[in-house]
């Protein structure tokens, strides 16, 4: 409402101009809050007493109850922050409206005073009820975790779903759902679980159109993974104990940590980034089959990445001479632990017409011990074939080595003419 005073210019009187707002205005600000936070605003005006039931998102973080540090620290104040999180919970879902949740997100990291979990499977219960499109699952408990996911893999809403599980008691926790139920699910984390072999293969039967995948520290004994709607597969730090193996023919990334005793690749006709990380307790006496497997399967990419970690004395000598030609590699990077692995550097710059950047990264430390180890970078003095010319050389973490680097540039000049820029990273 405006006003003139006597001087004839307009004075604003006091508007509460956040409570005027429209209802979908007010709910989308809503959005942008924790559930803690939302609930607040119920003291803002009569027009924000029950706006927070009405909240598009459902976000429970632990960390916003922080707990006294150690020098003030009683186990009874611990417990009263722990319990009016719970309440929390609680009366937030008896009270919210019946409504449909976009987000759910329930975060616990309270070490040794953690909710009931009684209480955080009923809070999860309810929350699945409301048919959230994206639900983050953060679990921290000093204790073991016996979760109930069964409303979690079968609420036919979610189109993203992450779940990470961690406890003192042990590296892995279980979950083995009774069904899993999926349609509409396309991004899939979890992170700590271990999931025995029917499990998983359920768990993909029953996400039709998952098109990305994240298993981060997970433990299953064999993993194999076909499907035709994947773009985006990430393993890392995972033990697949028996066997590994990925038909995708419609993946666009793959990043690859992975403990196991066979890696199978098969159908990357898409495939345009890759990184492959195969640690010391792979099978090495079958190495040199194998190797020439996963590269031959990855030959569509345009940007690889290659690690190999040899236990001490067991570098295989790697023949890739009947390997297909890398018509679209433009980036290679080769990480080593021993240094056995930048003599396949020849073998990309041979059979790679449009690379542009090789990086050779040392992983190992100091290298003066391998300076007298007349296999290291062991290759032919001449090359039959030589490359005109190659844009960038990045060889990284030689610190002072400067024998070796020498070394390494001189075998690459073997096999390329000119090298434009020569980057040298300690």
């Not at 319990?83 to 987000?103: G, Q």
Request: proline share 4%.
């Amino acid at each position: 409402m405006m006003n003139t005073n006597c001087c004839g210019s307009e004075k604003t009187d006091d508007i509460d101009r956040i409570s005027s707002l429209p209802d979908d205005i007010r709910t989308h600000i809503l959005s942008f809050l924790s559930t803690r936070e939302a609930v607040q605003t119920c003291i803002l005006s009569k027009r924000w007493i029950n706006s927070w039931a009405y909240a598009p998102d459902l976000k429970f973080d632990i960390g916003e109850f922080e707990l006294p540090d150690f020098e003030n620290f009683y186990e009874d104040v611990a417990v009263e922050f722990v319990t009016k999180f719970e309440l929390l919970m609680k009366s937030v879902l008896e009270k919210r409206e019946t409504s449909c949740a976009n987000i759910f997100q329930l975060w616990l990291h309270s070490g040794a005073y953690w909710p009931r979990t009684q209480v955080v499977n009923n809070c999860i219960d309810d929350a699945m009820k409301l048919g959230p499109q994206e639900c983050s699952i953060i679990l921290c408990s000093c204790e073991n975790l016996n979760l109930n996911t069964d409303l979690i893999f079968t609420c036919a809403s979610l189109t993203y779903l992450q779940l990470w599980l961690f406890t003192h008691a042990g590296p892995f926790v279980a979950i083995e759902p009774n069904s899993i139920n999926l349609p509409c699910l396309k991004i899939l984390n979890l992170d700590g679980v271990i999931m025995s072999d029917d499990s998983f293969k359920n768990l993909l039967l029953g996400c039709p159109v998952l098109e990305e995948l994240v298993l981060e520290n997970c433990c299953i004994g064999i993993i194999e993974i076909c499907s035709n709607t994947l773009k985006n597969l990430v393993l890392h730090s995972c033990f697949c104990l028996i066997r590994l193996k990925i038909s995708t023919p419609n993946l666009l990334y793959l990043n690859i940590l992975v403990v196991t005793k066979e890696i199978i690749l098969l159908n990357m006709l898409s495939l345009v980034n890759a990184s492959i990380s195969v640690p010391s307790w792979y099978d090495h006496d079958k190495y040199i089959t194998r190797g020439r497997d996963l590269i031959h399967n990855l030959s569509n990419v345009e940007s690889l990445q290659l690690e190999f970690n040899y236990p001490e004395g067991k570098a295989p000598k790697k023949d890739f001479s009947d390997c297909p030609v890398f018509n679209n590699l433009k980036c290679v990077k080769l990480l080593s632990y021993g240094l056995y692995d930048f003599d396949l550097a020849p073998f990309f710059l041979l059979h790679s017409p449009k690379l542009q950047e090789l990086i050779l990264e040392n992983k190992h430390g100091r290298v003066t011990e391998f300076l007298e180890d007349e296999t290291a970078l062991e290759g032919p003095r001449d090359a039959l074939v030589q490359r005109e010319f190659l844009k960038t050389v990045r060889i990284v973490g030689f610190q002072n080595d400067n024998g070796f680097v020498d070394r390494l540039i001189n075998m690459l000049l073997i096999h390329v003419k000119i090298i434009g820029d020569i980057v040298i990273d300690p």
